[in-house]
């Protein structure tokens, strides 16, 4: 820590619970404990029960889960791919086509996600490109939505390479692609990383630009978070969100493991 005096420390630990706890932890606290309740007739929720988690770990909720897994890991994928190659591409671009291509792939975060669902949904609805009502339009949906943080993660970090790796490589006779992919894509691999967990939560936790979008064969697991809260289900929903952060969170884990024995190596 900066602070270096006890008495700082403990003030700047007592300043950091007296946010923490009231802004991020109590609501979660609150979320958990609901979850656990069937009724709220004061100023906590009571009547213990697992009977919500029953219910949300299978049938229609178990299927949401899956779709929402799925969407997210095909979004952060693609959205990797791409994001990886634009930010490639711009390290080699002049300082305005960087700047375009900036722009570019931060202007579907610089709207309304909503406004997002909107364009995906109105460009998407006629042939030859018919996708409204399948699965590949929630896909494509979250997948523009997620690009920018991948190509925004990969940027930063391509400005970070050190240029000797790739000049020594090249000085020994090795050619673009095999420096490219034996060189500069596993240095970048602990970025790589980090971005598709970025993209894969925030995939995992999409909703508005999802509600003008899903199917109903293919509903994710916080349109079905919404649509329980929104009909008065309040536990059960909140039954449902514990388990939406405990897959990402498990997943997210996952990646920080390999993120971690990526920087090691």
Known sequence: MLVHSRTGRWAAWA???????????????????????????????????????????RGESLQALTTSLVTALAASLLALTVGTWA??????????????????????????????????????????LLLNGTSSIVVLAHTIL????????????IV?????????????????AYVLWRVKLPLLLPSLTAAAGLCFALSMGELSATMMLYPPDWTPLPVRIFAATD??????GSAVAVV????TLLVLLAVSRIRTKAAYR
């Open 87 to 128: 930010a490639l591409a711009a390290a080699g671009l002049k300082r305005r086509g960087k700047r375009f291509l900036d722009a570019l792939f931060v202007l579907p975060v610089a709207v309304p996600s909503v406004v997002v669902g909107l364009a995906v949904l109105v460009a998407f609805s006629r042939p030859p």
């Open 15 to 57: 300043v950091f619970g007296l946010l923490f706890l009231p802004v991020f932890a109590l609501p979660l606290l609150v979320v958990v404990a609901a979850s656990f309740a069937t009724h709220w007739s004061g100023a906590l929720p009571s009547g213990p029960t697992t009977g919500n988690y029953a219910a949300a770990v």
């Open 160 to 176: 970070r390479l050190d240029p000797a790796y790739e000049q020594a490589a090249a000085s020994l006779g090795a050619r673009p």
């Open 231 to 236: 009909r008065g289900s309040l536990f059960s």
């Open 244 to 247: 939406l952060m405990a897959a």
């Open 146 to 157: 997620v690009t920018a943080f991948a190509y925004q993660s990969v940027s930063a970090a």
